[in-house]
């Protein structure tokens, strides 16, 4: 039988089971249709890979179907995914990086992007490059007469440099910072730009390491920290060390998750709103008196709208997905982007999501003054929130249809992305939103209230369906 890549092919990358659902002969295809989708033959293609066991032979698996269709590929070897992105922007290049994220060992998976780190979703031209690669996959991938060429590269040090002018931590108070790179690309990274591994200056930082071991079978916890169970050696190393604060990063380091001194984690909406203002700061001394547009998706608290608008921005509301929001980034021209997720993103960072350039903004954030971080976050975490609850349902669609009807005289109700529900009530204020994840069968939900009672009582009444 024919292989396919339907089922792998998600909104906006490429992930399955290694061996299984994911083959170099996949590779190879997709890889050729990534070149002919977008026309570059004769032109660069850079390719990274993280430090799964699978990743090496993939991304040279994508080499060879690129240098057979045309394109120069440009090998950065191991690397973070926001360093794949740095690759692509400042060479002007697509780029391909093979991570599967925070997915267990089994998985890997491709992050396509444009010259320009610009996404690539299925609305803007994944399907295209998929339904090629199937072609390939039947029929074989013919060679042009000149195939592209190969050269490799290392940007770990100008990656870094690069970071550090955009955020100066040179002059903040000293801090003691725990990180857990959780066996992932972190590891790789934070030495090099909150070190002095590339050769940078010292930072006022005290780094504590911990699983800085690359090793894609993650065998101290999965690199996922949105689980909050992937977060508790650092919340407790956090509190033994006497740390100001704790950093976690996922498998391919483009998200951040933060923990404070007491060892309770930082939402990503307060990381939002807590980096939001900076780089508003910052845009109206580079750009006085210019409209400033700052991105959130719906599922960031209230709180960050508020803290965005009172920085003087335009708040611009999205649906999840970074590819999705990298190209609302440069449909607004917006300077900056959070997701509760903790995708952060940066029009200074050609519009893409980069996790450690967040971890530099929130340090600077902390550094600048003397509250402990539970004090200074606790005034961009003004309200209370369920978090996001994944139910594995058979009938989505029919359990969505029902609670529309049960809320439909106390909610106004859009579909942006899923459904969100708000509560009429503008004084004892709530939302929720349901909607299908977009890389597993699940139906998520999250829900906001004014006051915690509420939440419960919403969250409770919504599981009647879920589980009905």
């Known amino acids: 039988m024919v292989p396919s890549l339907n089922a792998i092919v998600k909104t906006y990358d490429i992930r399955g089971l290694v061996g299984v659902e994911l083959t170099e002969e996949m590779v190879e295809a997709v890889a050729a249709g990534f070149v002919d989708e977008l026309e570059l033959s004769g032109l660069d293609v850079v390719v990274g890979h993280d430090m799964r066991d699978s990743s090496p032979a993939f991304a040279a698996a994508f080499a060879r179907g690129a240098r057979a269709r045309g394109g120069n590929v440009i090998s950065l070897g191991l690397c973070s995914t926001d360093q794949s992105y740095f690759a692509s922007g400042t060479l002007k290049a697509a780029s391909a990086m093979f991570t599967a994220s925070h997915n267990p060992a089994a998985y890997n998976g491709i992050k396509l992007s444009r010259a320009g780190a610009r996404g690539i979703s299925l609305d803007t031209g994944l399907a295209a490059i998929r339904d090629r690669a199937n072609a390939y996959l039947a029929s074989g991938i013919p060679s042009v007469d000149s195939e592209g060429s190969l050269r490799e590269i290392d940007t770990l040090a100008d990656y870094s440099a690069y970071l550090r002018s955009l955020v100066n931590l040179a002059a903040i108070r000293p801090l003691k910072v725990v990180v857990d790179a959780g066996n992932g690309m972190g590891g790789f990274t934070v030495p090099a730009v909150l070190g002095t591994k590339v050769g940078l200056p010292e930072l006022p930082l ?85 409209p400033i547009t700052v991105l959130h998706n719906l599922l960031t608290s209230r709180a960050c709208i508020e803290a965005i608008e009172a920085s003087g921005a335009r708040a611009v509301r999205t649906r999840v997905g970074h590819s999705l929001i990298k190209d609302q980034m440069a449909a607004e021209d917006a300077i900056f982007g959070g997701e509760h997720s903790a995708h952060y993103y940066f029009k200074a960072f050609w519009g893409a999501d980069n996790g450690m350039l967040a971890a530099l903004h929130v340090l600077s954030a902390l550094g600048s003054q003397q509250k402990p971080l539970s004090e200074f976050a606790a005034k961009y975490d003004p309200y209370f929130a369920s978090g996001e609850i994944n139910h594995r349902v058979s009938d989505a669609k029919a359990i969505i249809t029902s609670v529309e009807q049960a809320f439909a005289n106390r909610a106004d109700m859009d579909r942006l992305d899923g459904v969100t529900f708000n509560s009429k009530d503008t004084d004892d204020w709530w939302w929720f939103n349901l909607r299908t994840s977009n890389t597993e069968p699940l139906l998520r939900f999250n829900c ?21």
């Open 448 to 468: 906001e209230a004014k006051n915690p009672e509420t939440v419960i009582s919403i969250t409770r009444e919504v599981e009647t369906f879920i589980k009905s």
């Open 206 to 290: 005290e780094i504590i390491p911990m699983y800085f071991e690359l090793d894609g079978n993650f065998p101290n916890h999965e690199a996922n920290p949105l689980d909050p169970k992937n977060l508790v050696d650092l919340q407790k190393a956090v509190v033994e060390h006497g740390a100001d604060i704790g950093l976690a990063f996922d498998g391919d380091a483009d998200r951040c998750f933060v923990i404070d001194e007491k060892g309770d984690a930082v939402t990503p909406s307060a990381v939002a709103a807590i980096v939001a203002e900076l780089e508003v700061a910052r845009e109206k001394v580079a750009n006085p008196g210019a």
